[in-house]
């Protein structure tokens, strides 16, 4: 299996498949493609690119929903009631989704005009929160899980991109529960992403409590060419 560079940004190939998949023409796909990979992390790309395909819903890479709820089962997360953050929902479905199977969902991303659309693609009743994910404004061990899929692809292409995925990662430490699992869905090989993970750790004191957490790598699995990564929050 061919594995794509931890230097690499999403490839544009992935990119072409993903407005195939939507019906578009082959010349709008590549005009939607940004000119240099950095363009990836830049928040008014975003904003152009979700305005210019507005009432589209797509998925990234070729890993299906069905492939990450099977590693939820696994994580014993498949059960009702937990609360789950997704970061960089865009106009993927997979919020919809994991509602639907009895998860309570926040659906956050950095631009509102693409979590105001959902609620016309059957969204409602899906929390929603335009947040910058270095900086979340959630409550220390208030979720149960936290899933991405290429939101950190897109981040690590920046000129800052090695910090900018740490300061995600530590904001995940802390809003997530102790034992609670972070899927990052990646097409990059996630030995880069492993590094930073296992390199953040957070020491937390409040009034109530004393913690120092960090990541512990429950499982890596290859869909295609695409890793599901489960971390969990452990006890450092």
Partial sequence: MERISPDAGPSY??????????????????SRIPQKPGD?????????????????????????????WSEARKAC?????????????????WSRLAANRGWQITSTDIDWGVLRAQDQNGYNGIEKLAVDAR???FADGCFDVAFEK?????IS???????????????LLRCLRLGGVFFLVTAKEPSGFLSIAHATHLRTRNKDWTGNYSWQ??????KGGVWIV????KVR
Avoid at 150 to 154: E, I, S, V
């Fill in 13 to 30: 190939l992935l990119d072409c498949d993903l407005f195939s998949d939507a019906g578009e023409e082959q010349a709008t796909m590549l």
């Fill in 40 to 68: 990836y992390a830049d928040r008014s790309y975003w904003q152009e690119r979700y305005r210019a395909e507005e009432g589209v819903s797509y998925d990234w890479y070729g890993c299906s929903f069905d492939d990450f």
């Fill in 77 to 93: 997360l498949s059960n009702k009631y937990v609360q789950a953050l997704e970061i960089g929902s865009g106009n993927s479905e």
């Fill in 135 to 137: 900086r979340l404004p």
């Fill in 150 to 154: 290429g939101t950190l692809d897109a």
């Fill in 157 to 171: 292409c920046g000129a800052c991109g090695q910090s900018n995925v740490a300061s995600v990662a530590l904001e």
């Fill in 217 to 222: 790598a429950q499982a890596s699995v290859s």
């Fill in 230 to 233: 489960a971390l969990v929050k």
